[in-house]
């Protein structure tokens, strides 16, 4: 049963244009989201996460927006660049007890071309 | 700063094999650790957590068990390998109700 989808495997987009990446899940309790960008035979690393008490959270070319009703959550990244080639996973947590356990979906591989 | 280890980076080893790999965290105390694997082509799906020193709770039944023998040390092992235990495995910290996980390099463990 995965809680945290990513349908997309794959985005290509041009240099200086908007990527969209987006990602679903079906656990209501899920009341933190993150976002995390992974090269090839690195460990994934924090790039930026939302309250479900928000709706938007900007981090300068970096925006994430989370619509609970339709329990989707996207990530803007604008204007896209080379570097930002990458994996990226969307990640949520139900916040339990002390803890920080992340629900990871597939990835999505975005790759921003010159 | 806080700084998180993780070794080996890669790692072949036969099939029946016992496993040990280990990941230490610096600059933190009582950090929440975790042990995180990523088959390929598939997301990364959460092994194993722990809060304390030899507290651990595993979240899907498996080959591999895991140890915290000293606050920032945690350990994944496993008696006897299987084909099927072949995965990229990902060390992370957070503190308690930090929900933002730090994560290291990566063991590339392949086997054969």
């Known amino acids: 049963d995965q809680q945290v989808k990513q349908n997309s495997p794959s985005l290509s987009v041009q240099e200086g244009r908007i990527s969209i990446l987006n990602c679903d899940y079906t656990n209501s309790m899920f009341d933190y989201f993150l976002w995390y960008k992974k090269y090839p035979a690195e460990g994934p690393t924090f790039l930026i996460s939302i309250s479900s008490i928000k709706d938007k959270n900007e981090d300068g070319r970096f925006t994430v927006f989370l619509n609970k009703s339709a329990k989707h959550l996207s990530l803007h990244i604008v204007p896209s660049q080379p570097g930002d080639s990458a994996v990226y996973f969307c990640?949520?947590?139900?916040?339990?007890?002390?803890?920080?356990?992340?629900?990871f979906g597939q990835g999505t591989t975005l790759q921003v071309k010159p | 700063s806080q700084t998180i280890h993780q070794w080996p980076a890669t790692l072949v080893q036969p099939v029946g094999s016992p496993l040990s790999l280990e990941c230490t965290v610096e600059g933190t105390s009582n950090p929440n650790l975790y042990w995180y694997r990523q088959a390929a082509g598939r997301g990364l799906q959460l092994l194993f957590y722990s809060v304390g020193i030899g507290q651990i709770s595993s979240e899907v039944p498996q080959n591999l068990s895991a140890s915290r023998p000293q606050d920032r040390q945690f350990i994944l092992s496993s008696k006897k390998l299987l084909l099927s235990d072949s995965g990229f495995y990902l060390c992370?910290?957070?503190?308690?109700?930090?929900?933002?996980?730090?994560f290291g390099q990566g063991t590339r463990l392949t086997v054969v």
């Open positions: 992370a910290w957070d503190q308690s109700r930090v929900f933002k996980a730090f």
């Open positions: 990640a949520a947590s139900a916040g339990s007890g002390n803890t920080g356990k992340l629900i």
